[in-house]
């Protein structure tokens, strides 16, 4: 009778005999991420490439989606979420709903059709209309954290936090100590931090703690360089005493700050908002607040008290948006936006990989006759985003937009002025990850005075910068475009 092992052997394919089981396991592997991909129905240029990425480098393919593409666990993760910010909304339009609606009517007598952004964010509940706000453009980190700084150690009651980078630094460990300090004081004080991004400070945490301080990892990681780059917590927002906030592009960390000890000059935004327009930032804190903690927070008063008004203020909106939100509407926002533009279009962003209806939006209003100008970074802290981002450039420049080289340092401000009357400003980088994947912010803001600022500093932008005219662009070496033109490819995924 025939050996029983040499029976099971010769039902073995040959080419797993010869050690290749992971091809088999790969595969399967592979079919099983292409199903999840197809049920998804995410964008399909979206789609289309994590599958060709999937079946033309193998393993590799499999890392890039593990670290960037899987929406797996998202309904699992923001379910409890959505329910609440449902809860924590309905409490806070009925305290605080104010007088939008004739708000608007006002503004529309001034602004127009540009009317639209603020029309769109209170219909779907998403913000109020806050009317005579004072606010203060702060231009990089030499402005921000002496205002910052500031503030916080003229806190009485409470202290919020929540940022995306928190490096143990210099200005990292001032802001530490200020907020022990207040903390010994009796200020409540609450700190939100991205687990990802802030993943080099677990003294810092410690410390705070140990002061009683509240403190939050944003969707905790065990390995932060394998962890995925998906979800993450964008934002930048302070809430101190419920009358002074700050929201914009920059992180804690020297490095915004230009004092000679960093070879990269940093171009970034930021805002100091007082009034009414605080509630929404304050707001958005406790949503994410909610999430970190899984508990429910009554909306007390001494969190939302009343503001002063300012004369001539501004009006604000604030926009947030994440992978829990029902739209992207840090993009819907932007693009009613731009529809309505008359006369010019201004804006300045790192990371320009912008979605197909955004580059319409934009070469159309160029097509009708509106001056719409860009500035990106000649050099970029990323290879691959600063190649994606020239294989755009083609199209808008032929389009007739004028798009400028900032050569000064790293532009990181992520700015639009519409008019010269409507400004944005916020944390919302031009790409798929801050309009569809990672939680961000911006406010809007109404206001002639500051939006002539904006233009200011945009026309000081434009001076350290180089325009690209199309006769430059077009005769560029056929291996700078085909390297725009792969990473271009690479685009959805990042």
Known sequence: MPDSN??????IPEFIKQGQLWVVLYIIVSIGVVITILMENRNPSK???????LLFLPVVGLIVYYFFGRDLRKEKIFKKKVF??????TEFARKYFTDSERELARM??????????????????????????????????????????????????????????????????????????????????????????????K??????????????????????????????????????????????????DDRYI??????????????????????????????????????????????????LDYEDGATISVVASGPASPHPYNLEVLLSAINQAKKSIRIANPYFIPPAELLTALELAAACGIEVELIIPAHSDSYIVQHASFSYLKSLI????????????????????????????????????SFY?????????????????????????????SLISAREWVTRSRSKKFIDSVCRLLAPLL
């Open 6 to 11: 040499y029976l099971f052997m010769d039902l």
């Open 47 to 53: 789609s289309l490439a994590y599958i060709l990425v």
């Open 84 to 89: 609440k910010e449902t809860h924590i909304a």
């Open 108 to 201: 529309e007598k001034e602004i127009g059709d540009l009317i639209s952004p603020y029309k769109l964010l209170l219909s779907q509940k998403q913000s109020l209309v806050h009317r005579n706000n004072s606010v203060t453009l702060l231009t990089n980190g030499e402005e921000k954290f002496p205002a910052l700084f500031d503030a916080l150690n003229q806190a009485r009651h409470h202290i919020h936090l929540e940022y995306y980078i928190f490096t143990r630094d210099d200005i990292g460990n001032q802001l530490t100590e200020i907020l022990i300090r207040k903390a010994t004081e009796g200020v409540i004080v609450r700190v939100i931090i991205d687990d990802r991004g802030s993943n080099r400070i």
């Open 203 to 252: 003294d810092i945490p410690r410390r705070l703690k140990e002061a009683g301080i509240e403190v939050y990892q944003f969707m905790p990681v065990r390995f932060a360089s394998l962890s995925q780059a998906n979800y993450r917590n964008h934002r930048k927002i302070v809430v101190i005493d419920g009358k002074t906030g700050f929201v914009g592009g920059l992180n804690i």
């Open 258 to 307: 230009n004092n000679g000890k960093h070879q990269l000059f940093w171009r970034d935004t930021h805002l100091k908002i007082e009034g009414s327009a605080v509630k929404e930032l304050q707001f958005n804190f406790f949503k994410s607040l909610s999430f970190v903690t899984r508990k429910q927070y009554e909306l007390e008063s001494a969190y939302f008290p009343e503001t």
């Open 398 to 433: 032929k389009r007739g937009i004028k798009v400028y080289l900032y050569k000064k340092g790293f532009m990181h401000a992520k700015t639009v002025v519409i008019d010269g009357k409507l400004s944005f400003v916020g944390t919302v980088n031009m790409d798929i990850r």
């Open 437 to 465: 994947i990672n939680f961000e912010i911006a406010a809007i803001v109404h206001q002639p005075a500051f939006a002539a600022q904006m233009e200011y500093q945009f026309s000081l932008d434009k001076a350290d910068s």
